[in-house]
């Protein structure tokens, strides 16, 4: 019996296929997980993402605590509500941790950090922090709904106190507040448009039934991970850990390298990435024969070398096989999977593949 999020009842009432999810006894699907991945980037889905770990950040130096423990900079977070996507890493630049950080004040910040990584995140947030006098709250007592869809915010709206609701809607992207007992933020993990909601666990029981009644298909895993593999959004421990720099896991955008002074956790070895002839690619690959694509096949790129898929699989919108995969730094836009020994034909393609419900690549 794993951990359970304050919306396992709601789970198993709807018949949902549990299965461990990094300790957690989480919904896979409620009948079809095709049918989920459709209704999100068709209409509107939600997804129970209270495994994720909720982190408050407070202190006088807590702004100069995140510029040393992330790649990215938090001096981009001007405003209240403002969210930053990082990666935490290790002296050797691996990735720890990919992670949210949202501005909740001047001296107080939020980061939602992963289920799986949870004990080893907050150990290593704690023992960074003490130099700094820094305060590290775990929100244990708060769950986390996504909601997700081109018609998700209409759908949502109205669990949203009357007097917050146009600002809510009103939301740019990787923007949040705190609207009531909920705070709401325009971000997600499916490539589609929508709300993170974090609240009181107590109240997230009601929160899932009334979207629910608004027509709001509910979503597990599986679906989950289809939408993100369409959007080219990083999974921990497939896509990246902590043997893997952010610059080979197509992670390059989130490090910042200015200003030039900022001396982050992992810097000195990336830097010495950076320039590097030997770089791995990080590449979007579309399987040109008949299979299936999946993690951990190895990619041949004849006369450069082998890489291996990261995160592979069908994808219901485009209705052929995709992955994410690392291979040999070269020139080339042509390689071979091995599947089940048989090398099939994949061509290196830009991604995302999917971005919101509009199909980005040629196939």
Known sequence: MGSKTPLYDNHVDAGARIVDFGGWDMPLH???QKEEHHAVRQKAG?????????????????????????????AKLKDYGKALYTCMLNPDGGVIDDLIIYFMADRAYRLIVNAATREKD????????GPFAIDVVERAELAMIAVQGPDARKLAAPCVDAEWRD?????????????????VARTGYTGEDGWEMVLPASEAPAVWNRLLAAGVAPCGLGARD?????????????DMDESISPLEAGLGWTVAWEPGERDFIGRTPLEALRNSPDRQRFVGLLLEDRGVLR?????????VGEGEI???????TIGRSIALARVPAGDYDRAQVDIRGKLLNVRIVKTPFVRNGQIRIDV
Do not use: C
Request: no cysteine; charged share 15%; glycine share 10%.
């Open 226 to 238: 289809t939408l993100r593999l369409e959007a080219a959004m990083n999974l921990y421990g497939s």
């Open 295 to 303: 993690n951990h096949q190895r990619v041949v790129v004849e006369g």
């Open 46 to 74: 939600v997804f129970d993402v209270s495994h994720m770990t909720i982190v408050d950040l407070g202190g006088e130096r807590v702004r100069e605590f995140l510029q040393y423990l992330v790649a990215n900079d938090v």
């Open 167 to 183: 600002a809510a809607l009103a939301l740019k992207p990787f923007n949040g507040l705190q609207a009531g007992d909920i705070f």
């Open 122 to 129: 907050l150990a290593w947030i704690r023992q960074q922090a």
């Open 310 to 316: 990261t995160s592979g699989g069908f994808s219901p």
């Open 30 to 32: 409620y009948g079809s």
